[in-house]
């Protein structure tokens, strides 16, 4: 029997589902993605800092005709995932300070979190992704990815090379540099 395959729902995935403006050029390509990845069977998980990620990229939106229309499909996604109504469940996790100092060791990918500031590598939230990614699948029976555009995020990348053996994948067959 083939493995449970759960994908962690990056930021640059999730802004796009949002139609945020200006983050939002492969929409189509990521929900044609999301779709096939879900009538395969595949589950997708939202972290916390993908939430805050995205409020913080809604807030910034602009015209404030686009936020409000942002803010409000944010907030119903939310009130959805709440609900388990969405295509993706709530990493539920409490933050502690083992969670804490794995993050500032840079979650073994061989670079501490000032290290990655001083590259321009991974910032908090993606480490905070990577850390929970991790956490997750300390727990589970299943292969546990992070679907994401961004390239420091995907297989290969400087950031990522050295980092646990679980992949990232590309949504949508597109990456953000």
Request: aromatic share 6%.
């Amino acid at each position: 029997m083939a493995r449970q395959v759960v994908d962690f729902l990056d930021t640059s995935v999730f802004v796009e589902l949002l139609d945020v403006p200006f983050m939002n050029d492969h929409r189509a390509e990521v929900l044609a993605e999301m779709q096939d990845r879900l009538s395969k069977g595949v589950r997708f998980v939202l972290p916390t800092a993908t939430i805050i990620e995205t409020g913080n990229h809604v807030f910034q939106v602009k015209a404030g005709t686009a936020r409000g229309r942002c803010a409000r499909t944010f907030q119903a996604m939310l009130e959805k995932t709440a609900r388990g109504e969405a295509p993706w469940v709530l990493h539920e996790r409490q933050w502690s300070g083992e969670f804490l100092a794995a993050l500032s060791a840079g979650v073994r990918t061989g670079m501490n979190l000032a290290e990655h500031a001083v590259r321009q590598q991974l910032g908090t939230g993606d480490l905070s992704i990577v850390a929970e990614r991790d956490l997750y699948a300390s727990r589970a029976q299943a292969t546990v990815r992070i679907g994401t555009l961004e390239a420091t995020m995907t297989p290969g990348s400087r950031s990522t090379e050295r980092a646990t053996g679980r992949d990232r994948v590309c949504m949508g067959g597109v990456g953000r540099g």
